[in-house]
Structure formats: structure tokens, C-alpha cells
């Protein structure tokens, strides 16, 4: 890890302006930044250092939906009582993610930007070629192992997965990324890696996020994030699933439902054509599971991640069926 000049931010406009300049990189939790600057991915020029910057860190919910502020804690709003009650999915994608002690340092905005765990783009050393860290150089991944990428949104130039818990959930309940001056779907916020797969995001220069808005609504009362990983804890998702249900007065007919995948996509996943097939219809396990399939349309398979066109389906259906009361 090289050397660095190191700003701590006393205001937002400071820390705008000192990002503007090249090789600037601005430091929240640090549990991203610290990580890929130590293993070469990483060499920022000048560190901004914004954890001091006031009104960047609060939680507001009403009856409105939820504000969460960029600096706030994964652990804090993770356990916040009205983030629990109102969108337990995204409370749940928190605490399921990471380890304690990297909640408690991690933010939300830093959460979100995240990179990907691809370990071709994370050993710059052993496999220089990688268009998402060096553009036009190639995949590695692409014919090697590929147990951990994409099957959807993939393209020639990169088949990395997003790694990331909490967007999946903000991405199914229709979030908002509050940036300086404009706000932005939380769905359009990630890009697919298309032929330009070092732009993740539509983040521009100098630019920070400053909060995140979720509305209110009765599907995300009712909603859960399940997860299934290769081993229990501190784990990246092989596939995992957002879902939110609202059901008519009947208690069996689809009002609104939500759904979005995560561990399986090159950003977080709404799975729009399974909560097309399924609003209006009265809910049993084999209407849900033909409708749940329809997640991984378009899904191209790599070898080695092949698992995950089964094994997503299954996910998506095991958190519908919970949330309608059929297990």
C-alpha cells in the first residue's frame, strides 16, 4: 500500500471539492477502502476522511417511509426498532451481513459501494487482466471459476457478482439514493457492467451520497431477506432473495408483492417478471414455484456458477411461501 495525503473533511462542499481532484478517494468506515488499498486494488492519492461531518447520520421513520443518512451505522440501523417494524428486510440484509465488528464500523453509504468479491479483480498480481480494474485487458474469470459470479447481467467483458446484502432489499422496496443535488432509484444507482464494467455505479466524480429514502408501503411491513451461503456466517450470498407480500382481504390473493435477488447478478436484481406472475393470483407452492423459475430468465450459466439457476428459484420461493403463511 502506497503512501497517501490523508484530509479530514470539517464540511460536505470541502469534501466535494477535495474529491473532484484525481487519485481522491473519500473514507467513511474504511472497511472497503482499507481492504482494497491493501491488497493493490485500491491506490488512492489523497484519503478524505468525512466521519466528522454532521447531519449525515440519522434515522427518521413515519408514516411516510424511512430516511436513512449515508454515515449511519450498518449496526445501528440494522437494529433500530422502526426500521425492524417497518422494513424488516432491510434490517434483516444488515445483521445477515458482515461480521459484528465490521456492522459496527461499516455505513450505509459505504455499504453500497462496495466491490465485488471477485477474487481475479482482487489479486491484481496474479491475474492482471480484468476490464473492471484495468479497462480493456480482459476477464480472467471467464473460463476459470467461476463458483461465485453472475448468471445474470453478466456480459463478455465481466461476469462479477454483486456482492452486497442491504441493496438487494432497498432495490425490491423501490429506494431512493439522495447524491448532492439529485436523487436517484436505488435500481438505476447500479449499472451492469455492459462493455464498460470498471463504472459501477452512476456516481460522478466529487459526488457523495447523503441519505437513503424507502417509502412506506404494506409489502415491506410484510417482507424478509433470506440468505443461503456456504457456510453460516460472515459469508457472501450464493443466492439470496428480498420479498414482500401484500395480500387481498381474502388472505390468499396477491395484492402487491416484491422481489429482488442478490449473490447471483452483476448489481442487485429485481425480479419483476415473478411479481408480474403472481399479482392477482391466489397463492399454493405450485403456483409459487413455476412463477419464482421466471427469476432467472436470461441467466447464462459459466460452469462452475451453474448452481445458482436452480438454486435461486428455490430461494425466492422459500421467502414467498413464508410470507404468505404456507411455511
Known sequence: MRDFSYIRATSASQA??????????????????????????SEPETVIDITHLSGMSGIAVDTAGARIGALARMSEVADHGDIQAAFPA???????????????MATIGGNLLQRT???????????????????????????????NHAVLGASEACIASYPGDLAVALVAFDAVVELDGRKVAV??????????PDRET????????TAITIPASAAAV?????????????????????????????????????????????????ARSVEQALIGKALDVDTVEKASRLAMEG????????????LAPRVVTRAILKMGGLA
Not at 246 to 269: C, F, N, Q, S
Request: one cysteine or more; charged letters at 20%.
Open 299 to 310: 441467466a447464462v450459466s459459466h460452469g462452475g456458477n451453474h448452481y445458482k439457476i436452480e
Open 187 to 196: 435500481d438505476d444507482f447500479f449499472l451492469a457492467p455492459g462493455n464498460t
Open 117 to 147: 468479491r471477485c477474487s481475479y479483480f482482487r489479486d491484481p498480481g496474479a491475474f492482471p487482466a480484468c476490464n473492471k480494474r484495468n479497462p480493456g485487458s480482459g476477464c480472467a474469470a471467464i473460463g476459470g471459476i467461476t463458483r
Open 202 to 209: 452512476v456516481l460522478q466524480r466529487g459526488e457523495m451520497i
Open 90 to 104: 432491510v434490517s434483516q440484509s444488515l445483521s445477515l451481513a458482515a461480521s459484528a465488528q465490521l456492522r459496527n
Open 222 to 270: 410484510n417482507s424478509t431477506y433470506i440468505k443461503v451461503r456456504d457456510r453460516q456466517s460472515y459469508e457472501f450470498a450464493a443466492a439470496s432473495a428480498a420479498v414482500g407480500l401484500e395480500l387481498e382481504a381474502d388472505g390468499k390473493t396477491v395484492r402487491d408483492i416484491r422481489v429482488a435477488l442478490g449473490g447471483v447478478a452483476t448489481k442487485p436484481w429485481r
Open 16 to 41: 466535494r471539492s477535495a474529491a473532484q481532484q484525481a487519485g481522491a478517494m473519500l473514507l467513511a468506515g474504511g472497511t472497503t477502502l482499507l481492504d482494497l488499498a491493501k491488497c493493490g486494488v
